[in-house]
């Protein structure tokens, strides 16, 4: 089965801009997650999507990030405006139902904030 | 709030040595546990899950541990080689969502 498909692969903005990510989740998989990754430290949740429901956005720093996910199969996460703290790789993650632990990741959008 | 922690945080080996990659959490009511890799500029390959009812996984030559009661797991690389040159990362699910440690980063030489 292909994997989780994510784009662009790399992106390099200036402070204050905007950006946008891209996720396509495996086929039939319901719960749809995006993780941020620091450089040196472990991927944190940042939103979690049961078919195009939000599940969990607790983490999420709503004044700059959005994320959706319409019609419960792609998704998109925007940074608005950027900051330089924001440079990391965004990697997005799918499971096959809710507390399903076969999660699948995708390669990750690496982006650098300048 | 679960908090994991792994160490050592970087580890250089030469090739053929046993290993041990440690990895605690603060909150034992987990349901699972799980391992994975990660390299350069890739995203995460699963390595291992623990169910919250197991004690050990095994997978070739990688074995991982787990004691719920001590908030430990301890994931061991018998007979090291280059090719598992790679960060390390332990996760913990609390409920659905994965918790994640801040990885142990492995250079195996030759």
């Known amino acids: 089965e292909a994997g989780v498909a994510q784009s662009p692969r790399y992106k390099i903005i200036e402070k204050r801009q905007s950006v946008a990510f891209w996720c396509n989740p495996i086929?039939?998989?319901?719960?749809l997650y995006w993780y941020q990754q620091i450089l040196g430290q472990g991927p944190k949740l940042l939103i979690q999507?049961?078919?195009?429901?939000?599940?969990?956005d607790s983490q999420l720093p709503k004044d700059r990030f959005s994320a959706e996910r319409l019609k419960g199969v792609d998704s998109t996460l925007k940074i608005q405006p950027a900051k330089l703290e924001d440079s990391a790789v965004y990697l997005c993650?799918?499971?096959?139902?809710?507390?399903?632990?076969?999660?699948?990741f995708g390669s990750g959008t690496r982006l650098t904030v300048v | 709030k679960q908090e994991v922690t792994q160490i050592p945080a970087a580890l250089s080996v030469p090739e053929g040595e046993n290993l041990v990659l440690n990895c605690s959490f603060t909150?034992?009511?987990?349901?699972?546990l799980q391992w994975f890799r990660q390299d350069p500029g890739k995203g995460l390959t699963s390595l291992l899950l623990?169910?919250?009812?197991?004690r050990e996984q095994t997978s070739g030559r990688l074995n991982a541990s787990l004691d719920k009661s001590s908030g430990r797991s301890t994931l061991y690389i018998a007979a090291s080689q280059p090719g598992d040159s790679a960060t390390y990362l332990c996760?913990?699910?609390?409920?659905?969502?994965?918790?994640f440690g801040t990885g142990t980063r492995l250079q195996v030489f030759p």
């Open positions: 623990i169910q919250s009812s197991q």
């Open positions: 996760a913990t699910y609390n409920t659905d969502k994965l918790i």
């Open positions: 999507f049961q078919n195009n429901g939000v599940v969990d």
């Open positions: 909150d034992s009511a987990i349901y699972n």
């Open positions: 993650a799918s499971a096959h139902t809710y507390r399903s632990y076969g999660y699948t």
């Open positions: 086929s039939g998989h319901a719960t």
